[in-house]
């Protein structure tokens, strides 16, 4: 396969597909972005305007040309690859469970998130069957086809936020009241969750389907950008940060499992240090491949957590690490390069982008694997 933006393509998919091995081809894994020309920002004028928030998530031609703008406009540099990311919303395949009717009363559209109203009442009373005639997912199915139809070696295509079944049930029950049924109702929250699983599993099926002959016959993630000759995606449960490690075990841990098993490679995104206290039975699940360290503004950033990053790679895990240029030194002298893919923000322009990848190779090997 041969990309418009990205000519060494070849050589970066096979870093990508060693890097689920923890091998390296020939220097560890990094992207790094940054504007062409500073003289031709992102940005405009010209394009389609969307009249409302919830055209602008909605609309494919008008993603199709916002993002080609600053495709067109980017330096991709390493193993930096055009993407792009259809973000109709976190747990999104829980909207595959709603009529029409009920998904346009209450998903709203804001210029920076989707958010969902709860509709469950009772457990009881809401049907958790997934039915791929369902209108909701034809619509997104129908534009994952268009988006790859459309694509002609200019981008990937990527999977929607169709991670994190717990996720998509909060969408569904509302958080706090979920919260509070862990305690009260196991057992439906548990039925509910996996009727979840079920949807995502179905629904993703699919949409790896629809997007893999734009993804050179794998698939793509849209904001970290890696790759897999299979199926993969990001699994999450941003609600576990109000759970216990007794509750992540008894509710969660299923989850992962179930879909670490359906896919052929997987990362976790851990959200912040609150989630670090779950990393034990991460660690347990045999099919998870990869944990994505995010660091979250106004927590201890990735340089005062090596701790855990160690914990991971010597645990036979791959690690994501998105971090700023200013802290790549003490990233290469404290982790390890096999299985290790950075993101490096900061770049100024594609001379210095290419430095930080000629870096990264020169000072990753001084430290072997764990």
Not at 208 to 221: L, P, T
């Amino acid at each position: 396969m041969k990309l418009v933006y990205q000519e060494n393509w070849d050589k970066i998919k096979e870093r990508l597909t060693l890097l689920w091995d923890n091998e390296i081809l020939d220097r560890p894994v990094v992207s790094v972005r940054c504007l062409r020309d500073k003289n031709n920002p992102y940005g405009n004028p010209n394009l389609k305007v969307p009249k409302t928030s919830k055209e602008y998530y909605l609309d494919v031609a008008c993603m199709i040309e916002r993002n080609l703008d600053v495709i067109e406009k980017t330096y991709f540099g390493g193993d930096a690859y055009p993407v792009i990311f259809p973000g109709w919303g976190c747990g999104g395949h829980s909207k595959y469970l709603q009529s029409w009717e009920m998904y346009e009363k209450h998903t709203h559209y804001t210029p920076h998130t989707i958010w969902m109203d709860p509709v469950i009442d009772e457990y009881s009373d809401f049907d958790f069957h997934f039915d791929r005639n369902n209108p909701v997912f034809q619509a997104e199915l129908q534009s994952m086809q268009y988006l790859a139809e459309e694509s002609k070696g200019r981008y990937m295509v990527a999977m929607p936020d169709n991670c994190g079944s717990f996720d998509g049930l909060g969408n569904l029950r509302n958080n706090e009241d979920l919260i509070v049924d862990l305690m009260d109702q196991p057992e439906e929250v548990k039925m509910a969750s996996g009727k979840l699983v079920d949807a995502l599993i179905r629904s993703g099926d699919e949409l790896f389907e629809a997007v893999r002959r734009a993804c050179d016959g794998g698939s793509a993630h849209g904001w970290m950008g890696t790759w897999s000759p299979g199926k993969h995606m990001q699994l999450q449960c941003d609600l576990s940060v109000m759970i216990s490690p007794a509750m992540y075990q008894e509710f969660i841990l299923e989850e992962i499992e179930r879909t670490t098993a359906w896919l052929d490679h997987s990362i976790y995104h851990l959200d912040g240090i609150e989630q670090a206290r779950f990393l034990d039975f991460l660690l347990s699940v045999k099919k998870l491949n990869m944990i994505q360290w995010t660091q979250v503004e106004g927590q201890p950033d990735v340089t005062q957590n090596f701790h855990h990053i160690r914990r991971i790679q010597k645990a036979g895990k791959g690690v994501v690490l998105i971090i700023d240029k200013c802290q790549l030194e003490a990233v290469l002298d404290n982790t390890s390069p096999n299985g290790r893919m950075l993101i490096v923000n900061g770049a100024d322009d594609p001379q210095e982008a290419d430095a930080i990848v000629d870096y990264v190779a020169k000072h990753s090997f001084q430290r072997k694997l764990y």
